[in-house]
């Protein structure tokens, strides 16, 4: 299974961006879906989470500035950025938790979009 990002970009600060991620092909069941991020010399963070019955979780940096939502028919998963703050700079990866018709479960993760916003 392949992750496909998409929308990351540069904006200035206070802007918007959607984040897309599609998954390559059809999935026996995808679970819990969600968008990490790491800046340079920084770990790799928790921006937002969702459930596959759409129970989302957002990272304390980002609360009340981010949504996350999905859409099962499509096997994708969205992240809309408000108010987009330097510090928001980051690699922003797609993650997925998938099963298989034998009920194996795998952790899939996306190549990472770019995040830059300029202040």
């Known amino acids: 299974v392949e992750l496909v990002e998409s929308g990351g970009g540069l904006v200035q600060a206070g802007g918007s961006l959607r984040l897309s991620c599609a998954a390559s092909?059809?999935?026996?069941?995808?679970?819990?879906m969600g968008w990490y991020r790491q800046a340079p010399g920084k770990q790799r963070e928790l921006v937002a989470s969702?459930?596959?019955?759409?129970?989302?979780n957002y990272g304390d940096s980002v609360k009340g500035r981010v949504t996350i939502s999905r859409d099962n028919t499509k096997s994708t998963v969205y992240l809309q950025m408000n108010t987009l703050k330097p510090e928001d700079t980051a690699v922003y990866y797609c993650?997925?938790?998938?099963?298989?018709?034998?009920?194996?479960?795998?952790?899939?993760w996306g190549q990472g979009t770019q995040v830059a916003v300029s202040s």
């Open positions: 993650n997925a938790d998938v099963m298989d018709i034998f009920y194996r479960t795998f952790n899939y």
């Open positions: 092909r059809s999935i026996f069941r995808l679970n819990a």
């Open positions: 969702i459930t596959s019955g759409g129970t989302p």
